[in-house]
């Protein structure tokens, strides 16, 4: 697949549930009304999907939600996708927010999970409950540990916020450091309806970086996992730290993925709100017709 600016798209996140378990103040609201669950893809239909992304030139598939890992046989679905390999696909990996990884771990590194993204805004246990509005920080550690006794490899997301976490930034990178975890921080997009004003909260990642220069050493890096990260080393702890930059220094210009939502329906883009809806068509007209 190739765009009208001649980017080949390789890369896509693929939401498999709009359900979470979390309520993240800055992603959606208490009251959520999810889809109805006939709406959502089948794995049946997920697969199918993939098949022909596959097929079109599709080397990474990023499993995302919601939270992937709320929806029931996710490991038989990561099995699933695992099967496609032969055809060309590179690998699959997912983003959870960590509460179900204590018990899951083991079970994705079986199924062919080699790498995962963990949300974490904050190492503060209170600031992390009022952020969540869920008292599940505890239990966050507890995934993050399983998954790298699991032998995953484990970088942090964290979303940082003018007046929220800010100050947690130093922190939570040499915490990650001690760890052997990347951290990514990523600029909140000021996209739906939720409890925080994400305009006022915006913080432009090149100020976060002169804040870490102060007690870290960054060194850029031509290190790429496939996806919008700037990477830099950092000296002092052998890890890297990502920058996704959405609004103060896009990356379209190297953007190389689509979304699709668990619904089927396909983004080029989040800050653009052209779509093009699958769900119907396969289920009306079969794959040939896809």
């Known amino acids: 697949m190739q765009d009208a600016h001649g980017r080949k798209i390789d890369?896509?996140?693929?939401?498999?549930?709009?359900?979470?378990?979390?309520?993240?103040?800055?992603?959606?609201?208490?009251?959520?009304?999810?889809?109805?669950?006939?709406?959502?893809?089948?794995?049946?239909?997920?697969e199918e999907l993939t098949r022909h992304l596959v097929g079109r030139g599709v080397k990474r598939i990023r499993l995302t939600g919601g939270e992937p890992l709320v929806r029931k046989g996710i490991v038989d679905l990561v099995e699933r996708l695992g099967n496609l390999r032969p055809l060309g696909l590179a690998e699959v990996t997912l983003t959870t927010n960590g509460t179900r990884l204590p018990e899951l771990s083991q079970d994705l590194f079986a199924a062919g999970i080699r790498r995962i993204?963990?949300?974490?805004?904050?190492?503060?246990?209170a600031r992390f409950a009022q952020l969540t509005r869920r008292d599940e920080f505890a239990r966050v550690l507890?995934?993050?540990?399983?998954a790298r006794n699991a032998g995953l490899a484990v970088r942090i997301n964290t979303v940082?916020?003018?007046?929220?976490?800010?100050?947690?930034?130093?922190?939570?990178?040499?915490?990650?450091?001690?760890?052997?975890?990347?951290?990514?921080?990523?600029?909140?997009m000021p996209l739906g309806e939720v409890s925080i004003d994400r305009r006022s909260a915006h913080l432009p990642l090149s100020e976060v970086r002169a804040t870490l220069e102060r007690?870290?050493?960054?060194?850029?890096?031509?290190?790429?996992?496939?996806?919008?990260?700037?990477?830099?080393?950092?000296?002092?702890?052998?890890?890297?730290?990502?920058?996704?930059?959405p609004l103060s220094d896009n990356f379209c210009a190297g953007c190389n993925r689509i979304r699709i939502a668990a619904t089927g329906t396909v983004y080029g883009c989040l800050g653009h709100d052209q779509k093009v809806e699958l769900r119907d068509v396969l289920r009306?007209?079969?794959p040939g017709e896809l």
């Open 11 to 46: 890369y896509v996140r693929l939401s498999v549930t709009d359900r979470c378990n979390l309520r993240c103040t800055y992603c959606m609201a208490e009251d959520m009304e999810f889809v109805p669950r006939r709406e959502l893809l089948t794995f049946e239909e997920i």
């Open 117 to 125: 993204n963990v949300s974490l805004d904050t190492l503060d246990p």
């Open 142 to 146: 507890e995934g993050i540990e399983a």
């Open 160 to 188: 940082a916020m003018r007046g929220v976490n800010d100050q947690d930034l130093p922190a939570l990178l040499a915490w990650c450091g001690e760890r052997g975890f990347d951290l990514a921080l990523i600029e909140a």
């Open 215 to 245: 007690d870290f050493t960054l060194i850029p890096s031509a290190h790429r996992t496939g996806g919008p990260a700037r990477y830099f080393d950092v000296a002092e702890t052998g890890t890297r730290i990502g920058f996704i930059t």
């Open 284 to 286: 009306a007209a079969g």
